[in-house]
């Protein structure tokens, strides 16, 4: 099983606050809110193996970075869209 992340994970620091996965309650930071859910991706990847190897499943589950896409994601970030674009 395959779960796509990102390395934006390893940049978040306490955006992953599951008492606030809507913020609610403290200001929005869209790379912040970005890196939390791939950070919850890997986690879901994580428990989901811990689930699966409970039950004595063969199965594995990987949490990937599928690499750089150019995308209308980034359509309002004309530095990152013009660093892909060199790539």
Same mark, same amino acid.
């Given at each position: 099983?395959?779960? !796509?992340?990102?390395?934006?994970h390893t940049t978040t620091t306490d955006a992953l606050q599951l008492d606030d996965l809507h913020w609610k309650t403290? *200001?929005? @930071? +869209?790379?912040?809110?970005?890196?939390?859910? +791939?950070?919850?991706?890997? !986690?879901?990847? +994580? %428990?989901?193996?811990?689930?699966?190897? @409970? %039950? *004595?499943?063969?199965? $594995?589950?990987?949490?990937?970075?599928?690499?750089?896409? +150019? $995308? %209308? !994601?980034?359509?309002? @970030?004309?530095?990152? $869209?013009?660093?892909?674009?060199?790539?």
């Open positions: 099983i395959i779960s !796509l992340s990102s390395d934006g403290r *200001g929005y @930071n +869209k790379w912040q809110a970005y890196n939390a859910s +791939k950070m919850a991706n890997v !986690l879901f990847a +994580k %428990e989901f193996q811990r689930h699966l190897d @409970n %039950e *004595g499943s063969d199965v $594995t589950v990987y949490s990937v970075h599928p690499g750089v896409v +150019k $995308t %209308e !994601l980034l359509r309002h @970030n004309g530095w990152v $869209t013009s660093v892909i674009d060199i790539v």
